[in-house]
């Protein structure tokens, strides 16, 4: 009817065209659709490549900062590997300067103790020369001291005082040194006193012969003769060149040995204590024998 009737078909697409697109349009709208189609998957498109070209640069920066590090551990391993080296040399260059020094201090060690026990057996030498001097001489009628110059009793048994040549070393470079020393004037002995009959026995015992009695001999005459043994023993034992007339003050040993009073030259325990700390001598530690 309506390909029969064109009237017909105009009134029933006049009626349509109101509520339905015609062809034309609806083609239109499908273009419309598909071009909107297009955009969107290519604003997509877009999206995602920008996406991935950020991830890309995300993981070019991560993998630039991952090579950072891994070339600062590489220098961190660098340097650790140089500082072990370094400190291996160090303790090697550490252990050889001990090693020397050990070896060094065990050489003067044996050096000192052989030099010791040379000393010892010249002074073992030199006792007995002057052991078979003595045997020259009647060793049999007296003491030790007596024979030395005690004039008397009261003499032997006379409270006394000596000076150590250590604490007097010391004493007088603290003098020489210290401004608590300035204008004064210090008489140094030992800090203890004792009596000759205490010590002579010791002495004795030292030199291998017997108490007795006292008897009174002046070393400044018994001595005067005895240089040539002096000389004589100097050569043999290799001792110091020291002359003879310079070696002891035989008239002060007789002054010294004769004082028939108790002497007692201030208070040297007070000295020792207040002035010049640390300093003891005991005149029965001296030679170690009394």
Known sequence: MLRADPAFRDYVLELTRRAYADRVETESRFDRVLDELRRDREAQARTWEEQKREEHLKWEEQNRRWEEQNLKWEEQNRRW???????????AAHDREAKFKWDEQARLWEESTR????????FDRVHEEIMAQARKFDRSIGALGARW???SEKAFRALYQVTDSELLAACMHWCATSPAARDEVFNITNTDYFRWENLWPGFARAFDMPPGGVQTIRLAEF????????SAMQKRYDLLPIAYDQLVAWPFVDYCLTRDYDARWGDPTEFVQEVYRGMWAHTYDMGGFI
């Open 81 to 91: 590997e140089e500082l072990k080296r370094e400190d291996s040399l160090k303790w």
């Open 115 to 122: 030099k010791w026990q040379e000393s010892g057996r010249r």
């Open 149 to 151: 110059g005690l004039r």
């Open 223 to 230: 001595m005067a003769d005895k240089g040539p043994l002096w």
